[in-house]
C-alpha cells in the first residue's frame, strides 16, 4: 500500500497517510503493537523513513497572542450573558442590544409614543414606558461598557508579561461583571 507523510507521533506510532482506492489520501497512524496485520505491516515499512517527533512548544508571543483570543472569547461571552435590572433578566446579546436602542430611538423621536410592548424573556411579554426602556438601555450599555473595561485592562496585564508563569497569572475567567 502506498503511503506518505511519515513522522513519529509522541507515542511511538508513525503518523502518516495512506491512499486509499475509494477515498484517496487519508490519515492512518501504524504501530508495531497494533491489533491489525496492516497496522503493524506499516509501521515495519515506514520505520526507516519516518521522521522523528518533534514537540513544537509555542513562543511566548504565541502563547500571548492565544491568551488574548481567548480573552475576547471570555469578553464575548460574558457581555451576551444577561443581566438582571431590578431583578428581572434582560437578555444583552447583539440582537438585544439593536433592539434595546431602537426602542429607546423609537421614544425619543415620537413623543406621542407612551408604551411599547417587549418580549422580556422568550415567552414572557411586558408592557414598557420610555423611563423604563431608557434606565433597562443605560444597564445593558454599562454592562458592556464593564466587560469592554475589564477586557482592557486584562489585554494590558497580557501585553506586559515578561514570561509564560507571568502569562499563566493572568486569570481571565474572573472579575467580570454580572
Known amino acids: ?24 489520501w487519508i490519515p492512518f497512524t501504524a504501530s508495531p503493537d497494533d491489533p491489525e496485520e496492516l497496522g ?17 512548544v509555542p513562543t511566548l508571543e504565541e502563547t500571548r497572542a492565544a491568551k488574548l483570543s ?6 464575548w461571552k ?35 409614543l407612551q408604551a411599547i410592548d417587549w418580549e422580556a424573556q422568550p415567552g414572557i411579554w411586558v408592557t414598557l414606558d420610555a423611563v423604563t426602556m431608557t434606565a433597562i438601555a443605560i444597564a445593558v ?4 461598557q464593564a466587560c469592554f473595561s475589564r477586557a482592557r485592562a486584562l489585554s494590558a496585564e497580557i501585553g506586559a508579561a515578561s514570561d509564560f508563569a507571568a502569562l499563566e497569572a493572568v486569570d481571565i475567567e474572573t472579575g467580570w461583571p454580572r
Open 1 to 24: 500500500m502506498d503511503y506518505r507523510n511519515p513522522v513519529y507521533n509522541q507515542f511511538g506510532a508513525i503518523d502518516l497517510e495512506i491512499e486509499h482506492p475509494a477515498f484517496g
Open 40 to 56: 503493524r505491516a506499516m509501521f515495519a515499512e515506514a520505520t526507516g523513513t519516518a521522521k522523528a517527533y518533534s514537540r513544537t
Open 70 to 75: 481567548a480573552l475576547s472569547d471570555q469578553r
Open 78 to 112: 460574558v457581555e451576551i450573558g444577561g443581566i438582571l435590572v431590578n431583578g428581572a433578566p434582560v437578555r444583552t446579546d447583539a440582537n438585544s442590544q439593536a433592539k434595546i436602542t431602537g426602542a429607546v430611538a423609537l421614544f425619543k423621536n415620537d413623543p406621542e
Open 141 to 144: 450599555g454599562r454592562h458592556v
